[in-house]
């Protein structure tokens, strides 16, 4: 398995932004799609966004397409998300994933990730 730490959540004003970092140790990093997912207080956990392991393939969820962008540097071994123009509804704990096989698909399923960071906080005031 591959271990992930996320760091740069915070609290942030609405229509602000921050950036989300996820470093990966362990298993082979590069081969694998990954994901950023959330948690909002009394919600189910939901995909906010994916990519490949190239990084040419991407997927961002209705809710934040255009204010958010997933990427990655597999030479740092590092996902990111950045998240602009934040909203009060985008108060979650989010969490980094990574795939449990390689190969590009959006993975609809929780289940096709099989590593997942601890998760860290993202408070956005009105």
Known sequence: QVQLVESGGGLVQAGG???????ASGRTFSGY???????????????????S???DSR???DSVKG?????RDNAKLTVYLQMNS???????VYY??????????????EADFGSWGQGIQVTVSS
């Open 17 to 23: 932004s921050l950036r989300l970092s996820c470093v």
């Open 33 to 51: 799609p990954m994901g950023w997912f959330r948690r909002a207080p009394g919600k189910e956990r939901e995909c906010v966004a994916q990519i």
């Open 53 to 55: 392991w190239s990084g």
């Open 59 to 61: 997927y961002h969820a």
């Open 67 to 71: 204010r958010f962008t997933i990427s």
């Open 86 to 92: 934040l909203k009060p509804e985008d108060t979650a």
């Open 96 to 109: 980094c994933a990574a795939a449990q096989s390689t190969g590009w698909y959006i993975r609809r399923k």
